[in-house]
């Protein structure tokens, strides 16, 4: 499922980072890369606050849509 959908607090394994090549390597430079794990901190007016790598990043729900968890 998309990164999008997961719950607030629970921690998903990062199955695939979609998009453009621009775009997975953009997600891949914040830490979002396959096997790594990633939990939803909080969701606010569509973006998101994760944690992935011991760091908060605040995504967009678009960007969220192509990073795929289970």
Do not use: C, W, Y
């Not at 914040?30 to 901190?41: A, Q, R, S």
């Amino acid at each position: 499922m998309p990164l999008s959908l997961m719950k607030e607090g629970e921690p998903g394994v990062i199955h695939k980072v979609g998009g453009r090549e621009e775009t997975r390597r953009f997600l891949e430079n914040l830490g979002f890369v396959t096997g790594g794990i990633v939990t939803v901190v909080s969701q606010t007016g569509g973006n998101l606050i994760v944690n992935v790598k011991d760091a908060r990043i605040a995504i967009g729900r678009d960007m969220a849509n192509k990073v795929m968890v289970g």
